[in-house]
DNA sequence: TGTGCTATTTGAAACGTTTCGAATAAAAGC
DNA sequence: GCTTTTATTCGAAACGTTTCAAATAGCACA
């Protein structure tokens, strides 16, 4: 393997002053740097990255953790992510945590590899990022309410949002309103659904429990979710489904057993992934900002790199996005 | 920031033997060990993983480079090269081309900061490439053919693929199909056409250049090539289009003009992404081996690193997927 | 010719690990 | 009690950079 002495020597330098003619430093005469450059080429030089942060203790480099680095959802968010962290000159790299403790997202966690890191994954513990985080190494965590030196949680609210939605739902005349949840550790889906619940206490409405069921966030838990709201012999006249993904495969449950999305049976979703405008009808839901999420993360990564203060944690809010499948239950009495 | 002499000094042992109670080295005792272990846990000790690699020249990683981390495409390929690579004890990272050759893909590329990568950008220069590739550091191409010491290409036939889906349009009666293509920069893309081409050729039909029309792989890029296709006077009976996601954007397209799918016009797409079973009607495509294409590669990767011999290169194939937007021309014309 | 500059180059010391070979301590063999 | 073995521990040399402080060269000026 060629090194930078590899280069000097051919280059009748220092190594010194190959490093420098390499890094653009002034300080070195036109003449040699052109020798040290050709050197390199002739050697097809190529630095070690490892080396060079070791020694200047810094990467300029920020990691995002997911517990999946796929599904539709994440595409948004890491754009956000992305167009700020280019914006201060820094490398993004995307690794998963799957695997928890072992996995690839721990490395980078506890060994320094990066300068910071953004955090939305529910596997890794509160216990291993309150160890890491510190002055050097701020994180910066999505969903997760834990606020402590050099940690700052992003959330929305997601409780306003359930609530918004429910209130939707009502407002619209519905009064039989199930709900279909996410897997229980979710926090998001905890939060979702309690907005719910405070919507329906509101309007003094029951809640009924055998109307909530839960899913695991994927279409086909949606649909399976779907499948036992229908088997029921009352069946509600809307749904809030606690994410878009869910919320269409009931839509594709309900569709294909004949019950139609909203004259039957009105659906909202919640977050607005992509995919929700293109579903015929075209899906009724609750906004995420997932983009400014990820923008809002990384820059509070910067500022915490930089040292400056920022709040304790932030949060962001929801807004409705009115499409096609609620239905108002007096259009729907008259159909 | 607390270094293992830290620790060392804390434990009253040398370094060496700190950092071999650190890793588990049995050579140490029990006793000696729980006590670097105590101390590195005082003083939450992190250790600088840059360090390490530096002195192991190893970094048990790999990485995937993409031209964009988001979109729908991505997410199985992503999976496939996850599953084998944790499979050898590997981790991975992902990070994205945009910007080129001062991307942080570059960045991984030129610098040793991985032990191999995989990569699936255009954006990156062939140049680049072949200057990166050594014995150490194995480059495994996706979507492009180009051979190389220590430099694989895994393509999949595309050309065939779209000689399959036009002959199916074909052996379903139609011989007035456009073809929605991509960026002309893009290689699949151009394949695809050259498959379109031959199977029209094989079958005595004209190409016609007015209803070539290329989008640029993107949802909205069908729908534009879908509104210049009905613009024209005289229409087709059906489309290949090169991907899935313009597949949709042209059906969405056609549904709002009141243009029926498959009554009036039969698509084909390709790429087989995950949505394309869920819209109604469900899109009719060629499967594009994504997850395979992934775990392949890692696989490939990891050959390489171990020394050993490969295929010079690799070649994928797919398959038809038939599902409701192609209709037989008969069926139409009686309807 | 010597003095004081500036511009360039250099050697060596880091950075935080791992790991080799040697040193030491403890145990065992006789 | 002395030698041999084995189990631990240790010191020092890497790994490939960057960067500081010092050295040298080149030049102008007196």
Known sequence: MVTIKDVAKRANVAVSTASYALNGVKKVSEETRRKVLQAAEELNYRKNGFAADLKKSKTQTIALILSDLSGPFYSELIRGV??????????????????????????????????????LAH?????????????????????????????????????????????????????NIAFIGGPADSHDGQMRFEGYLEALQEHHIDFQSRWKVTGNFTREGGELAAKIIAAQDERPTAIFVANDEMALGAMEYFQKVGIRVPEDISIIGFDNILESKYTAPKLTTVQHPKYEMGALASHVIFQLLDGEETEKSFTLHTELIMRETVIDIMTKLRG
């Open 123 to 175: 596997n890794i513990t509160n216990e291993m990022i309150e160890k890491s985080a510190s002055p050097a190494f701020p994180i910066v965590l999505l969903d997760r309410q834990l606020e402590r030196a050099h940690t700052v949680p992003i959330i929305v609210d997601n409780k306003n949002g359930g609530y918004k939605a429910t209130t939707f739902l009502i407002q619209k005349g519905h009064n």
């Open 82 to 119: 992305q167009d700020i962290a280019v914006d201060h000159g820094y490398d993004l790299i995307a690794c998963n945590s799957l695997g928890g403790q072992n996995s690839t997202a721990a490395k980078f966690l506890t060994e320094r590899r990066v300068d910071g890191c953004i955090i």
